[in-house]
């Protein structure tokens, strides 16, 4: 029995590639969330960016207990079953009434894992509408495989290599999955997504961690490269042991979680580079 997917969310998700809404923690849960991060970035100055985007969960504990939220885990594991690693993470901001838009790709275009299990959860912690620029995606896409893609940078798009899926598809067979804060969505690493830009007076805020079961591993290439990931295990066993571990900050940017996160990145980046997508400046 899943235990929070309904029986029809999760065929949706074995026969579409996504799951939508769902249902992980009350908005004013959600809101103390929010209230972490902004408080952070008020501290700081300036809004999370760079690198501070990529694993946010190896740099502050807020990060780590969403991703290890309970009924987050529990929506992924009736997606992939009950060993579980968080293999990579980004924080998605939209500012108010900003162009920001992101092209139509896939996850696994980044990852370079199998098989293809990997599945991505996408977090509100605020309205995630039409208006400010929710996820929308492809129904059935994840069946198509892994497509190539075409580079075409554009300043708003917050892709920044400005990768899009090579496909020719009807725009109005696409799904819109708005999301209120505290719900989240799943789709497939291989599900064709993208989003709009935020024309409302709120952030888009949401974060997308990339869950993988604990058999999935790098492409052979990957590794012959000497490119070795790290990842997480957050639930059941892993008995493989095919990434580097990754342990959870102590505290909010301590000097070991700021080390192991400057780790993470550079292993992320060089996996990047081997799979020769042009991504690796994603987050420079």
């Known amino acids: 029995m899943p235990k929070i997917l309904t029986p029809e969310q999760q065929d949706c998700y074995r026969e579409q590639g996504y799951a939508a809404p769902v249902r992980v923690m009350s908005e004013s849960e959600a809101g103390l969330y929010r209230a972490k991060l902004e408080d952070f970035e008020t501290a ?23 991703l290890t939220h309970p009924r987050v885990l529990d929506a992924v594991e009736d997606a992939i079953g009950p060993d579980i690693l968080i293999f990579h993470w980004t924080t998605w901001i939209k500012e108010a009434n900003s162009p920001g838009y992101v092209t139509w790709h896939q ?84 599900t064709l997504h993208g989003s709009g830009a935020n024309m409302t007076d709120d952030r888009r805020i949401g974060f997308g961690m990339n869950y993988i079961p604990a058999h999935v591993k790098a492409l052979k290439h990957v590794t012959d490269s000497g490119a070795f990931c790290s990842a997480m295990l957050v639930r059941g066993q892993d008995r493989y042991g095919h990434f580097v571990k990754e342990t959870p900050p102590a505290a909010d940017e301590d000097a070991a979680a700021k080390a192991m996160h400057a780790d993470a990145i550079a292993r992320y980046r060089a996996m990047v580079r081997s799979l020769g997508h042009m991504t690796a400046n994603r987050y420079d």
């Open 44 to 66: 700081q100055g300036h809004p999370l960016n760079g690198a501070q985007r990529a694993k946010t969960y190896l740099l502050f504990r807020w990060a780590y207990d969403l």
């Open 107 to 190: 996850d696994a275009t980044y990852f370079g894992l199998e098989p293809d299990e990997q599945v991505t959860a996408w977090l509100a912690l605020s309205p995630a509408t039409e208006r400010s620029g929710c996820m929308s995606v492809l129904p059935g896409s994840h069946k198509f495989g892994q497509l190539p893609v075409e580079h075409k940078p554009d300043a708003d798009n917050l892709l920044s290599s400005g990768q899009k899926a090579i496909i020719d598809f009807d725009l109005s067979k696409t799904v819109a999955m708005p999301l209120r804060p505290g719900e989240i969505s799943l789709h497939h690493t291989h």
